[in-house]
């Protein structure tokens, strides 16, 4: 079975530039949750839907982030303009209950 | 808000020995789970505790929902050098759906 697919796995942009990161949860899961990782701050729930509907984005850093799911298999995550401290690792996961999370391979992000 | 402290934060051990990590909360949690991340992926479930006093096995690891439902620990016996990666615990309050995460133990395994 195909697990959480994420795209890209790596990107580097310069401080600015949109960067637009993509994940297709598993089949069948209700919710899909955004997460960024980072040394500092370890894994910090950014937003999470659940039926296709945010539920709650109270983690999303600033209005320069914005996440949406148009349908089931897919959601993206926005980061426009991006900044040097926005560099991080950001994990896609999904689940057919809240708490049992899927992981996908993350997108490393890496603003110059 | 609700945070985990996840102790220690990194251990070093020789291969066959037993490891003991533990996270506690001031919240409640009605689920505490393990993950496991190892380099260049991301976390993968080892085991999801659902009821306090619980205590499940997954082959050489084992975990226990403390009975208060603020702490939960996991213990890894006879290390093997694939055990390496970082553990994160994680715990779900079931009134929504946010997963909130411990800051992870990096374990490494001297063969």
């Known amino acids: 079975d195909a697990g959480v697919i994420q795209s890209p796995r790596h990107e580097v942009t310069e401080m600015g530039q949109e960067v637009t990161l993509r994940c297709k949860p598993i089949?069948?899961?209700?919710?899909l949750f955004w997460y960024r990782q980072t040394m500092m701050r370890g894994l910090e729930l950014l937003i999470y839907?659940?039926?296709?509907?945010?539920?709650?984005d109270s983690g999303m850093p600033e209005d320069r982030f914005s996440a949406k799911m148009p349908n089931a298999s897919f959601s993206t995550l926005k980061i426009q303009p991006s900044e040097p401290r926005d560099s991080a690792v950001y994990f896609c996961?999904?689940?057919?209950?809240?708490?049992?999370?899927?992981f996908g391979e993350g997108s490393r992000l890496t603003v110059l | 808000g609700q945070q985990l402290n996840q102790s220690p934060q990194s251990m070093f051990i020789q291969e066959g020995e037993d490891v003991s990590m533990n996270c506690t909360s001031s919240?409640?949690?009605?689920?505490w789970l393990w993950y496991k991340q190892d380099p260049g992926e991301g976390p993968v479930l080892l085991i999801a505790?659902?009821?306090?006093?619980e205590l499940t096995s997954n082959g050489r690891l084992t975990a226990q929902f403390g009975i208060t439902r603020k702490d939960s620990f996991l213990n890894i016996s006879a290390s093997i050098p694939s055990d390496v990666g970082i553990y994160f615990c994680?715990?779900?309050?079931?009134?929504?759906?946010?997963?909130?995460f411990g800051q992870g133990t990096t374990l490494q395994v001297k063969p």
């Open positions: 996961a999904s689940s057919l209950t809240p708490g049992e999370l899927f």
């Open positions: 089949s069948g899961h209700d919710y």
């Open positions: 839907f659940n039926n296709n509907v945010p539920i709650d």
């Open positions: 919240s409640i949690f009605n689920t």
């Open positions: 505790l659902y009821k306090a006093g």
């Open positions: 994680a715990g779900h309050s079931g009134n929504t759906g946010k997963l909130i």
